[in-house]
């Protein structure tokens, strides 16, 4: 059985779809995957409505029902599919931002104003030296054993 | 001569340009912003038609050209149709 918002002609077909029933997105998304088999043009048909125009490019090597209906199903996967990404989009987010901050881009978050003020951290900041590593061994050992000799 | 309307709300003026500027050595071609939409005129060329592209064809693939156009620009986050696109086109 055709579908009544479908018309079907010699090598052409017209798909008439709610408009507010699918995104515009998932209409032009069909109408994409056409345009390799067919001339597809798109138009308003009516109040409310969109039409897929489709022709054939090799005449008389159409098969319009069988047509029509992929493309109603396809513009209907391809809603779907947009709205599974909508739906993921806040989920895909909050992993983003567990991964790599709040900020989400993979930038670590920006110091605060009070971080800023506070000045770099004594004990790691650049030049020091908490395990004496850039301490030569005369500067390090030579200290302990003068010490050591003025002991006991 | 076959006349094509597109609508302003559907096709991007700036993929009709750009469908009009390829198709241009094959056909003379006569770009128009009308209230409810866009209307290109297409005329094929003698030499086109003197290798079998029939007008027909040749409007055809211009349409298939400008949606998907639209569509590639549209999925890019560029589309902006604009009348000023049309205008100064062969």
Known sequence: ?152 | MIELRFHHELYDGFALDEAAKVYAPYADLALEREPEGYVIRLTASAESTKQGIDERTLSAELANFALGLTIERQAAGELGAGPDAIEGTP
């Open chain 1, 1 to 152: 059985m055709i579908d009544p918002g479908t018309t079907l002609a010699p090598d052409r077909v017209e798909v008439r779809l709610e408009e507010a029933a699918f995104p515009r997105d998932a209409v032009y998304g069909a109408a994409y995957t056409f345009i390799d088999r067919c001339y597809v043009r798109l138009d308003r048909a009516g109040d409310g409505h969109l039409a897929i125009v489709l022709r054939a490019k090799i005449p008389g090597k159409m098969n319009g029902e069988a047509l029509a209906a992929e493309v109603r199903d396809e513009v209907f996967a391809q809603a779907f599919r947009l709205r599974l990404a909508e739906d993921g989009r806040e989920l895909t987010a909050a992993i983003v931002a567990g991964a790599f901050g709040a900020g989400g881009s993979g930038e670590p978050a920006e110091p605060s104003i009070d971080d800023l003020l506070a000045g770099p951290d004594d004990a790691f900041s650049a030049g020091s030296d908490p395990l004496g590593i850039a301490q030569s061994w005369e500067e390090k050992y030579a200290k302990k054993a003068a010490k050591g000799e003025q002991g006991p």
